[in-house]
């Protein structure tokens, strides 16, 4: 695995990593949909509107607030930009997103090609609630939720699109669900294509996850930002692991 040598990737021979963190990784540019988005996030870390969130692996219910749930499982701002520019710089019209949560990262990814489609799902019907509400204020009807179980959906959902130009891997941060998914998402990538791995540190079995992923032969270049693994599939680029500091 390569570090960057620099935090503006001085030292990296590859151009086209080189102009990636540059022109996207560090870009500082606020883009339009970046104020409003960020309002929202700060309305609902103030909401003290209690809803029942299903746990998963018990079946029981518990109230959390929809405060509680933006702190901890929403994506920070930083990553769900970077999430947005990343998507953005493969001009994404196919949007895959598994794990909605209350849709900030869903609407940031609606932002990328409002001619295009961000097609979204999460297990908790309660959360799918909160992020429709959301969705409806930012009138984004390129978004389609699909509120099950991901791995009961998910294979139907794949067989209504014959390629998808972006994935956001965020739902059950186990090995075995990520590397389903994964296989299951392979087939639709083509040269452009971008998936991305949240938490690929949460656990040790996520980073077994990752580094299987990352060594795949279909994947030519990785990139562990720590908080997210990033992996292309352009056959122009050489096989390469990258470790970048963000």
């Known amino acids: 695995m390569i570090k960057a040598g620099h935090r503006k990737g001085f030292g990296i021979h590859s151009p086209f990593v080189f102009s990636l963190l540059n022109s996207v990784f560090y870009e500082k540019s606020q883009y339009y949909c970046y104020e409003r988005i960020e309002g929202l996030r700060d ?7 209690k809803i029942r969130i299903t746990d998963r692996g018990t079946g029981n219910y518990k109230e959390r607030t929809i405060a509680d749930i933006v702190g901890r499982s929403a994506k920070r701002s930083k990553y769900a930009q970077l999430l947005f520019r990343l998507a953005n710089s493969n001009r994404s019209k196919t949007i895959l997103e598994l794990g909605t949560c209350v849709g900030l990262t869903t609407l940031y990814l609606s932002q990328v090609n409002r001619q295009g489609k961000v097609i979204t799902l999460d297990a908790d ?14 009138y984004a009807d390129n978004i389609e939720l699909h509120c099950g179980e991901i791995d009961e959906i998910l294979p139907a959902v794949l067989k209504m699109y014959p390629t998808l130009d972006f994935v956001f891997f965020d739902a ?4 075995a669900a990520t590397l389903s998914y994964f296989d299951l998402c392979l087939p639709k990538a083509h040269k452009e294509t971008i998936f991305v791995f949240d938490d690929i540190y949460r656990s040790a079995e996520m980073y077994d996850a990752w580094m299987q992923i990352s060594r795949n032969p279909k994947i030519r270049l990785s990139i562990d930002v720590f908080e997210m693994g990033i992996a292309f599939f352009n056959t122009d680029l ?3 692991e990258y470790l970048v500091a963000f």
Do not use: I, P, Y
């Not at 059950?172 to 090995?175: A, P």
């Open 172 to 175: 059950n941060h186990t090995k």
């Open 125 to 138: 019907e309660a959360v799918c609630n909160v992020a429709r509400e959301n969705f409806r204020q930012f």
């Open 43 to 49: 309305e609902l870390k103030s909401a003290k509107e």
């Open 238 to 240: 050489l096989k390469q």
